[in-house]
């Protein structure tokens, strides 16, 4: 075998070996590759020689001499073009897998290009719809009705009901000017809860103003209405108002001002009444069962006070009739301050002594009815 021949096929081999590495060809393919060169390398070399010695030991006619030499020749050539051919498949080989390598990365390149694609046109979608949904959401009229417009319990009129210029529209609320002119200094029962709550039932919120009586304005306001008992309330502006017409016979007009009736207004203050320290009236109705027990409970009250001055009144009394009493039993205080109802002896206590200073103020009495 020339130099020339061996060199190749050490060529093909260590390409052989560096395609293997590289993973282009599998194990398989390199074993077989490696045994035909390695039998190439040993196998040429001896044939080399033999035909070397044939060509010098046979005395072959000039023309089958020069046949023989071809033929030699033609046989060398042979692996050359086997060697080249197997050099030039691995080295396509190795192509091949970089260019399947590359479409590989290609592929991979083009499908997540694809998904982003995707993913993003999903997205400008879903903003277009959710888009639209505010649009639609802005476009809904207001309102539809007037049972639509209530605000902190308050009705509303509904302006262009079911149109997108649809609104609510609440009218500006006017509150019922109420003043209050009380003496809570010397009244222990003229609190005003109740019968404001009752007059807020009627005419709605309220704009409350309470002017104590012993003030100059409380005095010129009580001659000015012919107020003589506490607490008084008048009302401004309220014939107008839809309840007026059901409950105006408990109103008393003087000067285009609105006067709840003593009676209605549950009054206790006798302010113009002469006031008469220690004293204690009851007003009682004959042959009541309630009255009967208010007597009993009152018993133990004026065994305990007995420097306190009582009397008895009948519900036909003429102070009775002054004074307007029509609920028994019924008590006065120092000539000034009512109250009614079936009492113990302790409230009984509690209430004059809250009008009067005495020593038997301080005893406890009995706190349940008889």
């Not at 046989?75 to 260019?99: D, F, L, N």
């Not at 499908?111 to 639209?132: C, D, H, P, R, W």
Request: aromatic fraction near 8%; include cysteine.
């Amino acid at each position: 075998m020339d130099e020339s021949t061996r060199e190749k096929l050490e060529q093909e081999l260590k390409f052989l070996k560096e395609s293997f590495e590289a993973e282009v060809i599998s194990r398989e393919e390199f074993e077989k590759g490696k045994e035909r060169i390695e039998k190439k390398l040993q196998g040429n070399g001896d044939n080399g020689e033999f035909f070397e010695s044939e060509n010098f030991n046979k005395t072959e006619p000039e023309g089958k001499k020069e046949e023989i030499q071809e033929e030699t020749k033609e046989k060398q050539k042979e692996p050359e073009v086997s060697e080249q051919s197997t050099a030039g498949a691995v080295k396509e080989e190795k192509i091949q897998g970089k260019k399947d390598n590359k479409i590989f990365r290609y592929a991979v390149v083009f499908a997540v290009l694809t998904l982003m694609v995707f993913f993003g046109y999903s997205l400008l979608i879903k903003n277009e719809a959710q888009g639209n949904n505010e649009k639609e959401i802005q476009l809904t009229p207001l309102c539809s009705s007037n049972s639509d417009c209530v605000q902190d319990g308050k009705q509303g009129n509904c302006e262009d009901p079911g149109k997108i210029s649809a609104k609510c529209q609440y009218p500006k609320i006017i509150k019922t000017k109420v003043i209050v002119l009380n003496d809570r200094n010397n009244c222990f029962n003229c609190d005003t809860g109740r019968i404001l709550g009752i007059i807020e039932n009627w005419f709605g919120e309220l704009n409350v103003t309470e002017i104590n009586l012993n003030s100059a304005q409380g005095k010129e306001l009580a001659d000015k209405m012919g107020v003589n008992v506490l607490p008084a309330y008048i009302l401004e502006g309220i014939s107008n108002k839809p309840a007026y017409s059901q409950i105006k016979q408990t109103f008393i007009i003087k000067d285009g001002s609105f006067i709840l009736s003593e009676s209605a207004a549950a009054s206790t203050f006798y302010f113009r009444r002469e006031n008469m320290p220690n004293k204690l009236d009851v007003f009682i109705k004959e042959g009541d069962s309630s009255n009967i027990k208010a007597e009993q409970n009152l018993e133990e009250f004026l065994n305990n006070f007995p420097n306190a001055e009582f009397e008895k009144h009948s519900s036909e009394d003429d102070l009775a009739k002054e004074l307007g009493i029509n609920v028994f039993p019924a008590f006065l205080v120092n000539n000034r301050v009512k109250f009614s109802g079936v009492h113990p002896a302790e409230i009984i206590k509690d209430n004059f002594c809250s009008l009067n200073k005495m020593d038997e103020c301080d005893k406890e009495l009995q706190s349940n009815l008889v």
